[in-house]
């Protein structure tokens, strides 16, 4: 049987049941046979213990430098998030504003088209009638030519003088 499992609660009860017999412990290892094996003085280097906080202002320092720079960090991360908030917001509202301007365009465009076949109708119809009178005006000179037997050209360059005269005042 090993040492681990002998049962040291029957040797206790019964060194204590036996208290009139006090037996003092000696160790009996062989080396403390020796001679010094047992040091006279038991001087711990641990009974000139003092607490010493050495590096306390430094690390508070350093953990205050470390909290800034977390806290500048933090705040520029805030500031980029807010300004990619505010592009968005602001290319929305240009899109949404460009959007409307394009149809704004379109409907003067489609306005301007109906504008321009309106005014090339109207063209056209203008030539028509200017030709139709000049074969008129053509037919009556020389009709006034033979009948009053004047040559064409003179009564064409009275005339033009006379029309003009005529749009001169009408302008004044």
């Given at each position: ?88 917001k602001a290319a929305k509202l240009s899109a949404a504003q ?64 006379f029309l003009n005269a005529l749009g001169q005042e009408l302008?004044?």
């Amino acid at each position: 049987m090993s040492y681990l499992h002998r049962d040291f609660e029957k040797t206790k009860v019964s060194s204590v049941a036996d208290s009139s017999v006090v037996e003092e412990y000696k160790p009996q290892h062989p080396v403390l046979d020796l001679p010094n094996a047992i040091p006279t003085s038991s001087q711990d280097h641990l009974d000139d213990f003092t607490e010493v906080n050495p590096f306390e202002r430094e690390e508070m320092e350093h953990s205050e430098i470390k909290f800034t720079s977390l806290l500048a960090k933090a705040k520029g991360k805030i500031k980029g998030k807010l300004a990619k908030r505010s592009k968005k917001k602001a290319a929305k509202l240009s899109a949404a504003q460009a959007e409307k301007l394009a149809k704004q365009i379109n409907k003067l465009a489609s306005g301007l088209n109906k504008l321009n076949k309106a005014v090339e109708k109207a063209s056209q119809k203008l030539e028509s009638k200017k030709s139709k009178l000049r074969e008129k005006a053509n037919k009556l000179i020389s009709a006034s030519a033979t009948k009053h037997k004047i040559e064409e050209d003179t009564l064409r360059s009275d005339m033009g003088k006379f029309l003009n005269a005529l749009g001169q005042e009408l302008l004044d």
